[in-house]
């Protein structure tokens, strides 16, 4: 037999290729066929709830790289959490009503105008499973665990029932009210949006200053006198019903070369260089106040009035002091016009087009197009001042990404006022992760108007109101609970295909409707009082754990999810939905761009997962800041793939060494200081993760472990750990010590991973030397534990101290050819550590040589580290290469004494 076939090698049959691609789809069916999620909660029966609540998806294509991020964030907490001994249900959630599923089925050859609705809704609802399934699939490809054959999907019966029950709910407590108001309207989408579905983009917009004729001055002004305006938006122009000014500023009526003209008297420089007014002289001022009820000429319809009113919202930082004031087509207007009287008159329809007198010119005109026509005209008139292009920040409608007007029409609102206080209150009780995020909702709650929840599509839950003959609204209990059992038993296309009467409790009468005539409404809810429900109609509604313990979404959500489901939940029930709330940024291209089709740096994590494997893409979620925007590409990814070489190879080589062990008890065990360096640095490295999973910080979970198994464990500990064993006996005291720690390591190492690298943890714990449970997912996480205390750390960080001053010396005298390799060598320690030297005290010098690699050392205690190396000119034994002073037979060959014993196992 040769010496080398004595040698104890690392034999294991865990692949060095991980082969993920190709591995984990079987895992994944694996993990479904032996209900794994099933079982890990059974285990848990009597255990505490931890209730991660899920943010739905949209149900439309393919999942990109922001959901991957948000699922394998989700996935990692579930999976820690109940191997921390929670009971975690996760119940997968879609967002399945709207306007993009409309769309595509439109795309798909459905006209919804001459489509029958309840079957136009019928195609909305097969769409939307498809994408569902389309998702899920993905999502399960990925590793993530959860209820994939129950989600909570809002266009269930059951969970529409609930969501009516939270309208029902809200409109007896006088929460819920229909209106004329101005709002966000996108003839894009057809629909009246929410503040929530507004996101704005620099566009390029025509800019006028135009004047007003003064028709009757009530004797503070004369009729030959103008008033100046400056607007961003001329095509509003025709609906022009009043001028507002701030009755506290003071305005100045001024000679011009272009007329007499009131404008601010602080703006009088400004403008007079900006208009080209000339030699500008003041002929009086006057205060805001003064100016009410004076009343001016349309500048477009001379048999129209615009009268001057008052408001505070006038400032003096832009435009003349004097705002141009359309009621149907902004806020501010609205309400300053609705303390005089006037109401909005509507003149632009659902697609953003004007209805004027048939003679009118702008009558037909889309509203973008109506611009340049009002500048002609009013230039033709002689009223323009002047005109220029500006490039400002405006509202576009963020699905179709086209600009959004105000328009007042009818609709549906949340009052937000009457629960303002009780929702900064939950505001403040809530755990917000980064903490930033309380300020930032605090700041959306405390300046939010009421929100706009009706929507005029056909895709959606309706609100399920029923009018009287006089045009009121019922806001009755019964006629609520009625109509919700109909939307619980039947769905809410029931709203659509059955008449009033049905809608109606039997027999129902209103005093209201003396001939018994009833309306339904035909709008529907905002998909974000949909998704906003969720906690009623999945928590609540399967007696699940509320408030939920987490929500977990993009930080996007502050205006989407999280702000309708806290308003929702505090209206309902008192109380904010989630006791916690965690955000991630967004996920961009390698140059920091925004990911997009039309762009082409999209980055497919499906095909990050079939081609390097979903554990690198879990990886790469593990390791990136996502409290901030993070960035993934393919020079990304492919240093995570190294990374994961590192995790991989490094467990290969402790499987290896660990085929044929047997545990042992460390009592029987006696663990040498290196040893016990690394069981300490061991429970560091174990506690600092497991704080760190706790605290959602899981790149402060992967890189310290990276660098313990990679550093401390590959560069260091199993570098001069290999001498004993591979050359040691079987049965060797040393031996039996580093293998104990080593299948610590593994072990501890192993759970810690599993729930960022679920299915090459699954492989490897499939190699442990011995295992209770079918799946590592069923293993308990270790706990935090205090074995070793601090001198212990310090001691190893002193020792590591030490021993790269010798890894130095040992280099120099190999680069000037002096030794070939560190066992050529004997080396004497001075050690400036008190207990570091107290340590190597208790232990042999053979062993301590061991440590640096090197045949023989001896040590003394010194005012610094610091080696001397020296050729050791000894016998090699021809096994295990090391120099010795003697050596002894073996039948025939010369060996030293500890592979003279090692060899007697094989005889």
């Not at 100046?228 to 070369?257: C, H, M, R, S």
């Not at 016009?337 to 004007?354: A, M, N, Q, R, S």
């Amino acid at each position: 037999m040769e010496l080398k076939e004595t040698l104890l090698m690392p034999v294991t049959s865990f692949p060095m290729r991980a082969g993920l691609g190709e591995k984990e789809p079987l895992l994944v069916k694996k993990w479904q066929d032996d209900h794994i999620y099933e079982k890990m909660n059974e285990n848990r029966i009597d255990a505490p709830t931890f209730m991660l609540h899920d943010g739905p998806p949209y149900a439309n294509g393919d999942i990109h790289c922001g959901h991957a991020l948000n699922r394998c964030l989700k996935d990692f907490v579930i999976r820690y959490k109940n191997m921390a001994g929670y009971k975690t249900p996760f119940i997968f959630g879609w967002d399945t009503h709207g306007l993009p599923i409309e769309v595509q089925v439109t795309k798909n050859g459905v006209n919804r105008k001459e489509t029958p609705i309840p079957v136009f809704r019928e195609k909305c609802k097969e769409y939307a499973l498809t994408q569902v399934e389309r998702q899920k699939k993905e999502i399960q490809r990925l590793g993530c665990l959860g209820d994939y054959d129950h989600p909570y999907l809002t266009l269930l019966s059951d969970y529409e029932a609930k969501e009516m029950e939270v309208f029902a709910s809200m409109a007896l407590k006088g929460l819920i009210y229909k209106g004329v108001k101005p709002v966000y309207w996108s003839p894009s989408s057809e629909s009246a949006l929410a503040e929530a579905e507004i996101e704005y983009h620099d566009v390029k917009a025509r800019t006028m200053y135009v004047k007003f004729k003064v028709k009757d001055g009530k004797g503070k002004l004369s009729s030959s006198t103008y008033v100046a305006i400056w607007t961003t938006t001329p095509w509003t122009i025709p609906a022009d019903q009043a001028v507002t000014v701030n009755p506290k500023f003071e305005y100045g009526l001024f000679k011009t070369n272009k007329g007499n003209l009131l404008f601010l008297v602080s703006l009088k420089d400004k403008l007079a260089e900006e208009l080209e007014l000339g030699d500008v002289e003041l002929i009086k001022t006057i205060k805001g106040g003064e100016l009410e009820g004076i009343v001016l000429e349309h500048p477009l319809y001379p048999n129209r009035v615009s009268p001057i009113i008052c408001a505070s919202f006038v400032t003096e930082d832009s435009g003349t002091g004097l705002v141009h004031t359309a009621p149907d087509h902004g806020v501010d207007d609205f309400n300053a016009c609705l303390k005089y009287g006037i109401k909005p008159f509507c003149p632009v329809d659902e697609k953003g087009v004007l209805h004027l007198e048939k003679d009118d010119p702008l009558n037909g005109l889309f509203y973008e197009e109506a611009n340049d026509k009002v500048i002609d005209m009013l230039t033709n008139l002689g009223l323009l001042l002047k005109e220029e292009d500006i490039v400002h920040s405006y509202p576009h409608d963020w699905r179709t990404k086209k600009p959004v007007i105000f328009r007042a029409t009818p609709q549906w609102f949340c009052s937000i006022s009457p629960i303002r206080e009780q929702l900064l209150k939950e505001v403040a009780s809530i755990n917000w992760v980064p903490s930033w995020g309380e300020n930032k909702m605090v700041n959306m709650i405390k300046d939010r108007g009421d929100w706009c929840i009706s929507r005029q599509r056909l895709w959606g839950v309706p609100i399920p109101i029923i009018y009287n003959e006089d045009g009121s609204p019922i806001i009755e209990e019964e006629v609520f609970d009625h109509i919700i059992n109909i939307i619980k038993e039947k769905g809410s296309s029931a709203w659509f295909e059955l008449s009033e009467e049905e809608l109606l409790p039997p027999n129902y009468k209103n005093k209201k409707s003396p001939h018994g005539l009833f309306k339904k409404e035909k709008d529907i809810m905002d998909v974000w009082f949909d998704s906003g429900s969720s906690w009623n109609g999945t928590l609540l509604n399967r007696g699940l754990k509320y408030p939920a313990d987490l929500y977990l979404e993009g930080n996007d959500q502050y205006r989407g999810w999280f702000n309708s489901s806290l308003i929702l939940s505090t209206a309902f029930s008192n109380v904010a939905p989630f006791s916690t709330c965690l955000t991630h940024g967004f996920v961009m291209d390698e140059k920091w761009q925004k990911m997009s089709k039309s762009a082409g740096n999209g980055v497919d994590p499906n095909k990050i997962a079939s081609i390097y494997g979903a554990d690198i893409l879990r990886l790469w979620a593990a390791t990136v800041d996502y409290r901030s925007d993070c960035r993934i590409g393919e020079s990304i990814i492919k240093t995570v793939v190294d990374i994961y070489r590192k995790i991989r190879n490094t467990f290969k080589f402790i499987l290896g060494n660990l085929s044929s062990y047997v545990e042992k008890e460390a009592s029987s065990l006696t663990f040498s200081t290196v040893d016990k360096f690394i069981l300490s640095e061991l429970e560091r490295v174990k506690n600092k993760a497991l704080t760190s999973y706790e605290n959602y910080d899981f790149a402060s979970v992967i890189n310290p472990i990276v660098n313990f198994l990679s550093s401390t464990l590959s560069s260091f500990y199993l570098d001069i750990s290999k001498d004993a064993l591979y050359c040691d006996a079987s049965n060797s005291s040393k031996r039996d010590a580093i293998c104990f720690v080593l299948n610590k390591c593994l072990k501890t190492l192993t759970l810690l991973l599993n729930p960022i690298l679920p299915f090459t943890m699954e492989e490897v714990h499939s190699y442990w030397p011995s295992k209770n449970k079918e799946a590592c997912q069923l293993e308990d996480m270790p706990r935090i534990t205090h074995v070793y205390d601090e001198s212990v750390q310090k001691a190893f960080s002193s020792f590591i101290s030490l021993r790269d001053e010798a890894l130095k010396a040992l280099e120099r005298e190999r680069a000037e050819g002096k030794i070939g390799s560190s066992v050529d060598a004997s080396i004497h320690l001075s050690i400036k550590d008190d207990l570091l030297y107290s340590l190597f005290c208790s232990e042999s010098n053979e062993d301590i040589a061991s440590y640096f690699i090197v045949s023989k050392l001896t040590y003394e205690k010194g005012e610094k580290d610091s080696c001397i190396v020296s050729i050791d000119e000894d016998d090699i034994c021809p096994r295990c290469r090391k120099h010795f002073a003697k050596l002894v037979d073996h039948n025939g060959i010369k060996v030293c004494s500890r592979c003279n014993k090692a060899l007697g196992e094989h005889e």
